[in-house]
């Protein structure tokens, strides 16, 4: 049982890749059999992840180094202080989107399970599912540079693949295509940024480069590819092009964790303004540049959100849009840094309002993209013209649709009300301009989908859906999953922000901390 | 137990719990009045069917207002921004590479003025 629990960073990778590459074998044997198997795998390590989670935050930092039985021999004596081999380092920041990806990582593939029942192809499906979820879990946990290079690359290769996967007259595959191209640019980038830091500091690990960190000019230029990597990845505008093409065109389940890597790359961007960079670049600068992201993210996003006719098109909107609010709160407090009488109060708590954020939205918007694609698989269409009484019919659907979307816009007692409420106050005590700006742009989204609603559930029952029924059992427990988490976040926000998101938040900014859990400890 | 309920801004506060017995006692007070409403009232009859101006009322799947008319006083306000920000988004890949680049571009440019 210890060398379980003393390994549970590898199999929290090990498993999904194991189970990927195995899943066509187990296609052979029936569908049943394959079903099965991806379950267990995707509760695996879904429990790996928790489990890890749990243990930093109760234990302190993991540092796990894979290939040595002792994490004395991640540095050795001849080495200059610098860690050999490939290091995972899980802090309170790490243990965080771990439970995010845990969560939703679970409740989509047994949503897929069912949802891609009647359709062909479903080895391939799952084992690329299965991959998406390790690079994600990869780029979360790993503490170094080119490792985390590698896992972008798996889960946007899967991520892309996935879009793809249905052709759809060819518009999937072109949005697959938009999605690869814009991906690998993006990669090459930061790959290019990790050279540079690489040929100045002999070192791929992030906590010896931020230790070793001088901000000479290549240094500068590494950060800038890097901030634009991850800012693409996460879709902030008007780098959001491909948001979208790519969630539009995906399956519903697989957009649904594509909220959750935009959100792995959120967290890189974080990490390295916070960790990498940590007290060598200007944070106000750096800081305004997030806040500007931001708000472009939430105004045009919403904006563009509104007049959409494709329901999957208008959440992907939103869903750029709700990045917006997390790079504010992030922004927000990471310019708040550089203000000693800000810093305490108004930063941490804006910082805690966007990772919050952060937690609520990959529920609430995997809920929503859940109910969009229940719509889909009973009815066929995403067009929200030739929708409307499905309410008469659907109507656990048509409450976790609601619950999804009273939490997006911002109503108490919802969770995204309770990372808003923090965002507004400390943004407003910052500068009043941004929190009115991001209360209009609740407001906007409250009117947005009070349309989708309309749109798609009430009116008289239309003769088309005369017969339409619920969605399949496995599709609404999955649905049911995010639906009861999305009501208690929001009824015990404190106990989640107590637990999950000041350790997290004060993790981030303790660059120092997470030095010397990697240096330190070895 | 009120506090388990109460999150902390550091400025304020926020008690869920105070809002979903707010929002209980409103739904009481709508079943309240709903149930002291005219109970000899017939649903099935021509007294609840909608007066337009003496034409028939057309069916009810033929009334039913769909997405793409909803908000058109909002986006007609708002034509000028849109015929603004809509050609931006033309769905070419090469659009989205200059996107990406123009911010990498103006990033640096940012970075190493304001470090």
Known sequence: MDIILDNLPGLLIAIPLLGAFLTPIFS???????????????????????LVAFRVLDAGTIVYAFGVDAISHVIPPDSGGVPIRIIFTIDPVNSFMIIIAAITGFCITLYSISSMEKLSGKDGFFTLLLLLIAGVYGMIATGDLFNFFVFLEISSLAGAALVAYRIDKGVAAEAGLKYAALSTLGGMLFLVGVGLLYAQYNSLNMAVIADRMQLTGLDIIAFVFFFSALAMKCGAVPMHFWTPDSYTMAPSAVTAFLVVSSQAS???????????????LNPLTVGWVIIILGVLSMFIGVTMAIPQR??????????????????????????????SCLSQGVGMMALKGGLFHIMNHALYKGLLFLTAGVIMYRCGTRNLNRLGGLGHNMKWTMIFFMIGALAIAGIPPFNGFASKLLIYESTFLFNPLLAVIAMVVS?????????????????????????VREAPKPMLIAMGILAILVVLFGIFPQQVVDFLVAPAASALVDYHGYISAVLGGA | MIESFTLTTGFGAWNALFWVIAFAIALIIGWI?????????????????????????????????????????????????????????????????????????????LVVILK
């Open chain 1, 28 to 50: 052979r044997a029936g569908d049943n059999l394959r079903n099965a198997w991806v379950l267990v795998i995707t509760a695996l390590s879904s429990l790996c992840g928790l």
């Open chain 1, 266 to 280: 959120l967290y890189a961007l974080f990490r390295v303004c916070f960790t990498l960079y940590g007290g060598q």
């Open chain 1, 310 to 339: 494709d329901v999957k098109r208008l959440m992907a909107y939103h869903a750029v849009s709700q990045t917006g609010y997390m790079l504010l709160g992030v922004g927000v407090g990471l310019a708040a840094l550089s203000n």
């Open chain 1, 443 to 467: 407001i906007l989204t409250l009117a947005s989908f009070v349309k989708v609603f309309h749109s798609m559930f009430m009116g008289p029952k239309l003769p088309e859906y005369q017969d």
């Open chain 2, 33 to 109: 009045i709903w149930s002291r409403g005219e109970k000899t009232y017939d649903t099935g009859k021509e007294s609840t069917a909608p007066f337009l101006s003496g034409n028939a009322e057309p069916d009810k799947e033929e009334v039913h207002i769909r997405a793409g008319n909803l908000y058109w006083g909002y986006t007609d306000a708002l034509s000028g921004y849109y015929r603004f920000i809509r050609p931006f988004h033309t769905g070419n890949l090469s659009d989205y590479f200059l996107a990406y680049l123009l911010v990498t571009a103006i990033v640096l440019v």
